[in-house]
């Protein structure tokens, strides 16, 4: 799963949710009980993403364009945000 930020994706929360939900659905590991999924969040910078990478990403059928929000914030800002949404998921379990 490759997850590409960006101010019109979808809303991360509820992608996660929605991950959460299916990846609950799905059978667990039977040694740890736990399902293990790759996750890649993809930030750019104050700039936004090059046109070239903004082609590759979103011209392949992995990534997935989330959003924290209309508004522009800092990487360090986006990244906070996404632990934050990520420790309250987990805390959910």
């Given at each position: 799963?490759?997850?590409?930020?960006?101010?019109?994706?979808?809303?991360?929360?509820?992608?996660?949710?929605?991950?959460?939900?299916?990846?609950?659905?799905?059978?667990?590991?039977?040694?740890?009980?736990?399902?293990?999924?790759?996750?890649?969040?993809v930030l750019g910078n104050q700039l936004g993403?090059?046109?070239?990478d903004e082609k590759l990403l979103l011209g392949?059928?992995?990534?997935?364009?989330?959003?924290?929000?209309?508004?522009?914030?800092?990487?360090?800002?986006?990244?906070?945000?996404?632990?934050?949404?990520?420790?309250?998921?987990?805390?959910?379990?």
């Amino acid at each position: 799963i490759i997850w590409m930020l960006s101010e019109t994706g979808d809303p991360l929360w509820e992608v996660l949710e929605d991950w959460q939900r299916k990846k609950s659905k799905c059978a667990t590991n039977i040694n740890t009980g736990q399902s293990r999924t790759a996750t890649t969040l993809v930030l750019g910078n104050q700039l936004g993403y090059s046109a070239d990478d903004e082609k590759l990403l979103l011209g392949t059928p992995s990534v997935r364009e989330v959003s924290l929000g209309s508004l522009s914030l800092l990487t360090s800002q986006c990244i906070t945000i996404t632990h934050h949404y990520l420790d309250r998921l987990f805390e959910l379990e």
